[in-house]
């Protein structure tokens, strides 16, 4: 008898569970009968997307029934200039997700090692599983990576590690200088994978050198996407800088056309748009804060945050608030999967939605 396709696929599959979303706003009206569902489940920009990047997407519609230039030449020498690297140290990616698994991918083999912080961005660790490799993972020191640890635990095996900064989902960041240390600590070979998603969130002097490493030739990979303070995350467009020959590796794994042709075009646009990003940067700090006091007076107070989101012990089942947030048209994400089970990440969303989460916690916690 012919096995089961579970039987015959990859047997690191095996104890993979699938990522969890955010529930989509449209699921949740129709299942729970609410209207105007308020989404701070997946760290997306609530302002909305580039009004620029909105105008080129128009602009290059009708041109879709062409191929993307498959190696995204004027996005990648946008970039290029925008960061102060060589176009040729510039990768895209369908999201930096994809750029995530495509490096696991390169690197990772049954008995390889990869360092990250627990809790951090699951798709790491789930990147290493899928390919059989051991995720070593060092739990954080009060919410925040523990990166004396994770200098310590890399071996031989290592290949990869991975520092989420600010970290998905504590919100926290670690300093400048502490990173620096840690950068000149690790031994040469490993490819430190620097996942800066939320970095345009961060002030001025809470931003490390990170590009400063990519230019002097380290053995650094910096990852940033245009989900965040762009709010282009339905196109799903990343990108990263690091060593060319990293670079040229990825090319040889990626899909032909990993990045659509109106990603390409809004993402440039995006990057132009500096009202857009200056509006959101501060609209999150405001609500970042009103969302704090909010439930901070409700008695939980969330931990202190650098993101756009905030990471809240509710100190009972956090999946039964979700579902009951839910009913309430709330939605956020409960953090059972992260080993939190009482908590819940909350995106900093407008200031409608803020008081509207705060408003549904309040009766779903005094219930
Ligand atoms: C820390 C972190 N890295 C990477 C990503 C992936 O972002 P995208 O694939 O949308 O670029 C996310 C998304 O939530 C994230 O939180």
């Not at 290493?128 to 890399?154: I, K, N, T, Y």
């Not at 809004?266 to 439930?295: I, M, P, Q, W, Y």
Request: charged letters at 20%; one cysteine or more; proline letters at 7%.
């Amino acid at each position: 008898m012919a096995r089961s396709l579970t039987a015959m696929a990859s047997p690191h599959l095996a104890s993979l569970l699938p990522y969890s979303p955010g529930k989509p706003i449209e699921e949740v009206e129709r299942e729970f009968g609410v209207a105007g569902a308020a989404k701070l489940a997946s760290n997306e920009n609530p302002f909305g997307p580039s009004p620029l990047a909105v105008k080129a997407i128009r602009e290059a519609a009708a041109g879709v029934h062409r191929y993307p230039d498959g190696a995204g030449t004027v996005l990648r020498a946008r970039l290029a200039e925008h960061l102060g690297v060589e176009a040729v140290q510039i990768a895209l990616g369908n999201g930096s997700n994809e750029l995530l698994d495509l490096v696991a991918r390169i690197f990772l083999e049954p008995g390889d090692e990869a360092v990250m912080a627990s809790p951090a961005f699951i798709v790491y660790r789930m990147a290493c599983q899928a390919l059989g490799a051991s995720a070593v993972e060092v739990p954080c020191r009060d919410f925040v990576h523990d990166l004396e640890q994770m200098a310590a635990v890399v071996t031989s095996r290592t290949k990869l590690v991975f520092v989420g900064n600010p970290n998905n989902p504590t919100g926290t960041a670690v300093s400048p200088a502490a990173l620096e240390a840690f950068v000149r600590r690790l031994p040469q070979e490993p490819l430190l994978i620097l996942d800066e998603a939320y970095w345009e969130f961060l002030a001025e002097p809470e931003r490390p050198r990170s590009l400063d490493w990519v230019r002097e030739g380290r053995r650094c990979f910096v990852l940033r996407t245009f989900s965040k303070v762009y709010g282009l995350a339905g196109l799903r467009i990343g990108y990263g800088a690091g060593p060319p020959e990293l670079i040229g590796l990825l090319d040889r794994l990626r899909a032909p056309f990993n990045v659509n042709a109106l990603a390409q075009v809004a993402g440039a646009a995006a990057l132009e748009d500096g009202a857009h990003v200056a509006r959101t940067v501060a609209g999150t700090a405001a609500g970042r804060a009103a969302l704090a006091a909010g439930l901070t007076a409700l008695g939980f107070p969330p931990l202190s945050s650098v993101t756009n989101f905030l990471l809240v012990d509710v100190r009972r089942d956090g999946a039964a608030v979700t579902e009951a947030l839910l009913r309430r048209g709330v939605i956020v994400r409960p953090m059972g999967g992260y080993g939190l089970p009482t908590h819940l990440r909350i995106t900093v969303g407008t200031p409608d939605e803020n008081a509207r989460v705060l408003e549904a916690l309040r009766a779903v916690l005094a219930a």
